[in-house]
């Protein structure tokens, strides 16, 4: 997928985000933990919101994938994917 492909093998940095947010590709780019560096992403365009997790073994996952609709808001979807971010790290897929 050209989103994984896109990243560095790696957790990410704030200044990363940053970029990514100032990219045209992404309407928001989002971690999902406070501390440095990033390994649980969101990304959303204006119609889905996915969930991106990085371990150790597997490198960058989608772990979630919401499309936006008239019956899926933005923060729905963000709410879904960051619960199965935290999923996939609570099951042990880090270092």
């Not at 150790?56 to 919401?66: E, K, L, P, Y």
Request: glycine content about 6%; hydrophobic content about 40%.
């Amino acid at each position: 997928m050209a989103l994984i492909e896109s990243l560095p093998t790696r957790p990410l940095e704030a200044s990363e985000l940053t970029s990514l947010n100032r990219s045209d590709a992404f309407e928001l780019v989002v971690s999902i933990e406070s501390e440095e560096p990033a390994r649980g992403l969101l990304f959303a365009t204006a119609s889905w919101v996915k969930g991106v997790a990085y371990d150790d073994r597997q490198g960058w996952t989608v772990v979630d994938t919401v499309e936006l609709d008239e019956e899926t808001a933005r923060i729905d979807g963000l709410q879904a994917c960051e619960e199965a971010v935290r999923s996939f790290h609570d099951d042990g897929n880090e270092e």
